[in-house]
Nanobody
């Protein structure tokens, strides 16, 4: 039973940076791949980053590649999303999620979700 608690987010001007954190308050992150998702108004939820249990494999879509970095500290049961060079189109509610698999794979589902954190980027 993984309970994900998010922190971070807020209002930032274009070009600025934010770091989101996601920690487990129950079960540890052992053998769980982790991901970050976002949902903007009137848009579908999309994945913005993912990381395998080992941390050796990551994924980013082209929209955030080279700007966002996902990392994890398994000893602290915490995953991070560092967001640099933020753009107004990055404005969305961001969610962390955990999957019951240690590896990243196409089409796998995420089983546990955080409460969401608003990120607003002003122009």
């Amino acid at each position: 039973q993984v309970q994900l608690v998010q922190s971070g987010g807020g209002l930032v001007q274009a070009g600025g940076s934010l770091r989101l954190s996601c920690a487990s308050s129950g079960r540890t992150f052992t053998n769980l791949a982790m991901g970050w998702f976002r949902q903007a108004p009137e848009k579908e939820r999309e994945i913005v980053a993912a990381i395998s249990w080992s941390g050796r494999t990551t994924y980013y879509p082209d929209s955030v590649k080279d700007r966002f970095t996902i990392s994890r500290d398994n000893a602290k049961n915490t995953v991070y999303l560092q967001m640099n060079s933020l753009k107004p189109e990055d404005t969305a509610v961001y969610y962390c999620a955990a999957a019951d698999t240690p590896y990243l794979r196409s089409g796998h589902e995420y089983d546990y979700w955080g409460q969401g954190t608003q990120v607003t980027v002003s122009s």
